[in-house]
């Protein structure tokens, strides 16, 4: 009989969230069909959500939360995939943006994970996300996934400068935003390059992922509309739109002292 799947809980939320029962059950030193008991489930059931292979309704989230001392963290996970605040054209893209070992990145807005909470809080209002809290924890959650491992990725970010002048609801929202752009210049895992107004840009956001085993995605994205890609050709048009972008930014020093200029003017 061949053992159980091993489970890689960076490969999707779904997996993510089947780890955490699996690890809570461990922990707890229950059987499958224990955990299925206690819960008026099946371990049938029991199995395919700890394999990612099944989402538990909110109802059955809300029991083995309680039963093995998770709180609301299943629900909440639960109420993310439900919405599907991530559309279909975005997936593959943030599965492998939680492997990636290098990220090079531009953005018209700061970058979802170089985001402080109450930004990206601002910044989804603006849009039509259906559940905007639950999106803004789905947020601050891949960023401590990502920048919390024990080798983070290295990061490229090259920021419109429009960015540092949009007020996102209030002045303080602003100034934290950009505090923490300042915060994070400073590891030595990222470089945030600022594109001058005066430069030549692009509308949208696009990144290039590179894999532990140095395969390449690419990924940009509009207002409504996104695109995928790990085609050689494509990925070519794709990288050289970002040497030319990231060639026009200003280098990390001049970037970081027009981030503090910005961050001056929002008092």
């Not at 090259?158 to 002045?171: C, F, T």
């Not at 915060?183 to 470089?191: C, G, N, S």
């Not at 970002?242 to 060639?247: C, V």
């Amino acid at each position: 009989m061949p053992g159980p799947r091993e489970l890689e809980p960076s490969a999707s939320l779904e997996e993510y969230l089947g780890g955490k029962v699996r690890d809570a059950r461990v922990s707890h030193r229950w059987t499958q069909r224990e955990l299925a008991t206690k819960v008026f489930s099946s371990n049938s059931v029991i199995s395919a959500i700890e394999l990612g292979d099944e989402v538990p309704s909110r109802d059955l989230a809300r029991k083995l939360g309680q039963v093995l001392d998770l709180g609301d963290d299943l629900v909440n996970l639960v109420k993310l995939l439900e919405v599907q605040q991530v559309k279909d054209y975005a997936r593959e893209f943030l599965r492998k943006q939680l492997e990636a070992t290098v990220m090079h990145e531009f953005s018209t807005n700061v970058p979802g994970l170089l985001q402080t909470e109450d930004y990206a809080r601002l910044s989804m209002r603006a849009g039509v996300v259906a559940d905007v809290e639950g999106a803004v924890r789905a947020r601050m959650e891949r960023q401590a996934r990502i920048w919390g491992r024990d080798d983070p990725p290295r990061m490229w970010a090259v920021l419109d400068e429009a960015a540092l002048y949009r007020q996102m609801g209030a002045p303080d929202v602003a100034r934290g935003q950009l505090a923490h752009l300042l915060a994070v210049q400073e590891q030595p895992h990222v470089t945030v390059q600022v594109l001058p107004n005066s430069a030549p840009g692009i509308t949208g956001y696009l990144s290039l992922l590179t894999m532990p085993d140095g395969q390449r995605l690419a990924y940009s994205e509009g207002y409504a509309t996104g695109q995928a890609t790990a085609e050689p050709g494509e990925l070519a048009v794709r990288q050289e739109v970002y040497d030319r972008l990231r060639s026009s930014a200003l280098p990390a020093g001049a970037s970081t002292v027009l981030i503090k200029e910005a961050m001056e003017r929002n008092g």
